[in-house]
T-cell receptor
Framework: SQQGEEDPQALSIQEGENATMNCSYKTSINNLQWYRQNSGRGLVHLILIRSNEREKHSGRLRVTLDTSKKSSSLLITASRAADTASYFC???????????FGKGTLLTVNP | DGGITQSPKYLFRKEGQNVTLSCEQNLNHDAMYWYRQDPGQGLRLIYYSQIVNDFQKGDIAEGYSVSREKKESFPLTVTSAQKNPTAFYLCACTGGNYEQYFGPGTRLTVT
């Protein structure tokens, strides 16, 4: 079953603008991660935020987590054409390190 | 050069034939996973293995089989019992920090 649901399904912006993607989930989690997938390729891990953290930064990425609302957001600042990809959130909670992925947001950054 | 590889990149089979997808990693990670991705969809877990000679069904295991005879290898067989096998298949592994490392994927087309 897919626990994470990203919003919006697709987002188109101009280079230099910020992009915000949201993720909602249903059950309690140990951590939430964001991954990026270029068309036809494997996923690449971007950032992990633990359930006891509220915000995390990595370069141009900023992730927030609100466990009371069971939601997370990924902000990409000063976007570039090379940021064009699908972005997935994934939640983890068990000792078996399984992740449950959402359906993703397709981000298109126009030059 | 550490990583996780999948072969082949593209695979074509006739309906009714079994086919085996390869996944190899040299990251010395214990846990390995197989996912299926359909167009515009997220990842769905087929099987996972936390240790050699042990594996567990994921959410959509019917019509698939796996083996884990070596730590570095986790092949997936798509059997003729899988009703809709055409998809993009992704293999991943993790060393226990929840972050998953993905292979480049195998696109299987069954006609």
């Amino acid at each position: 079953s897919q626990q994470g649901e990203e919003d919006p399904q697709a987002l188109s912006i101009q280079e230099g603008e910020n992009a915000t993607m949201n993720c909602s989930y249903k059950t309690s989690i140990n951590n939430l991660q964001w991954y990026r997938q270029n068309s036809g390729r494997g996923l690449v891990h971007l950032i992990l935020i633990r359930s006891n953290e509220r915000e995390k930064h990595s370069g141009r990425l900023r992730v927030t987590l609100d466990t009371s609302k069971k939601s997370s957001s990924l902000l990409i600042t000063a976007s570039r054409a090379a940021d064009t990809a699908s972005y997935f959130c994934a939640t983890g909670g068990g000792s078996n390190y399984k992740l449950t992925f959402g359906k993703g947001t397709l981000l298109t950054v126009n030059p | 050069d550490g990583g996780i590889t999948q072969s082949p990149k593209y695979l074509f089979r006739k309906e009714g034939q079994n086919v085996t997808l390869s996944c190899e990693q040299n990251l010395n990670h214990d846990a390995m996973y197989w996912y299926r991705q359909d167009p515009g969809q997220g990842l769905r877990l087929i099987y996972y293995s936390q240790i050699v000679n042990d594996f567990q069904k994921g959410d959509i295991a019917e019509g698939y089989s796996v083996s884990r005879e070596k730590k570095e290898s986790f092949p997936l067989t798509v059997t003729s019992a899988q009703k809709n096998p055409t998809a993009f298949y992704l293999c991943a592994c993790t060393g226990g920090n929840y972050e998953q490392y993905f292979g480049p994927g195998t696109r299987l087309t069954v006609t």
